[in-house]
């Protein structure tokens, strides 16, 4: 595995931020930066041999600083919203900063996605980590966090989670990758060919935030149990597809353990990503417009991605019914989520 660095950019208090490109024996990679621990590039082989960059990206470190999409991002303490910014833990109420209206997004004004990380390098990964200090972002405890990406000779992309608090604290971590099979800014995805294993969603309120009501796909746009044109269901009449626009709501992973969660292909250049989880759900996200990504090109752009974020379920700080997500003090937190290109 060739490993190279490069400057990538600084921050407004002069601190420089660096992209780290893991190349395979067979010319695939991935392009990762220490800022938010972000993914930036993956470079992977079409059905003709060309590499393809399947992953969007902004074309300079200065536009990252100012992305406002969570743009490859890994977000967090706590992924997707949260009522209000508001929960009860150990008998003691929080109020969390709000930056999604009046309720709490990935993290907050000052996520995990704005904060450069630390860099370890060790054979066929890279591990980045950071303390996430007591009170940030109003969140109890000190949190010692790590994400490690490694890329294999296979072309799977592994990221780990590792984290510890020394109090209760809600935790819930996820990879805000944008993926285009078709490569990045070539044509929607409205043709990408998607299955998730999943015979449910969570239902959200007109707010987007989860009600705790489990709804079944059966009959659904969202029944994506064998593999389906994205751009079936994208323009549906669906309540929960009039809340949001698009998709934008969190699948209930079927099994347990490390399992496959999800296949998602494009008919144009013949890849296929395979996404495996420990997580309990999946946010799909198919953005139905985006900030201008490059010089010339429109400044909104419809359905140009698709986002797949393992993860706990959203608000589930709020629900006792869902799986719960306090990390408990002296706890240690581990996950793994794996894309497999082929």
């Not at 450069?116 to 200090?133: E, K, L, N, Y």
């Amino acid at each position: 595995m060739n490993i190279s660095k490069s400057e990538f950019g600084t921050t407004a208090d002069g601190s420089v931020f660096s992209l780290y490109t893991l190349k395979n024996a067979s010319g695939a990679s991935i392009t990762v930066t220490d800022y938010g621990c972000r993914l930036i590039h993956i470079m992977i082989p079409d059905k003709q041999g060309i590499m393809t960059d399947v992953c969007l990206n902004y074309d300079t470190g200065e536009q990252y600083l100012q992305d406002a999409f969570s743009m490859g991002a890994i977000v967090g303490r706590c992924a997707n919203r949260i009522d209000k910014g508001h929960f009860i833990l150990n008998g003691r109420e929080y109020q969390l900063s709000t930056n999604s209206g009046p309720h709490h997004l990935h993290g907050g004004n000052a996520g995990f996605s704005q904060h450069i990380w630390v860099t370890h390098i060790q054979d066929d990964r890279i591990t980045f980590s950071r303390i996430s200090p007591d009170g940030e972002e109003h969140y109890p405890g000190n949190l010692s966090v790590s994400v490690t990406y490694i890329w294999s000779e296979d072309n799977e992309l592994f990221i780990d989670y590792d984290a510890s608090c020394d109090q209760d604290t809600p935790f819930s971590i996820t990879s805000h990758a944008y993926f285009n099979l078709n490569g990045q800014g070539n044509s929607d995805v409205s043709a990408h060919e998607l299955l998730i294993e999943a015979d449910e969603i969570t239902e959200l309120n007109a707010e987007q935030i989860p009600t705790g009501t489990i709804l079944p796909v059966d009959h659904t746009p969202f029944d994506f149990r064998a593999l389906t044109p994205l751009g079936e269901g994208l323009k549906a009449s669906h309540p929960q597809l009039q809340i949001t626009g698009t998709y934008d709501q969190n699948f209930v992973i079927s099994g347990d353990g490390f399992r496959e969660a999800a296949i998602l292909q494009s008919p144009k250049t013949g890849i296929r990503m395979t996404c495996f989880t420990d997580q309990k759900g999946m946010q799909l996200y198919v953005p139905w417009r985006m900030a201008k990504e490059r010089p010339g090109e429109a400044p909104q752009r419809l359905y140009y991605a698709v986002c797949l974020e393992t993860q706990s379920f959203p608000n589930a700080v709020n629900i006792p019914d869902f799986p719960s997500v306090i990390l408990h003090a002296g706890e240690a937190y581990h996950s793994r989520t794996m894309y497999h290109f082929s």
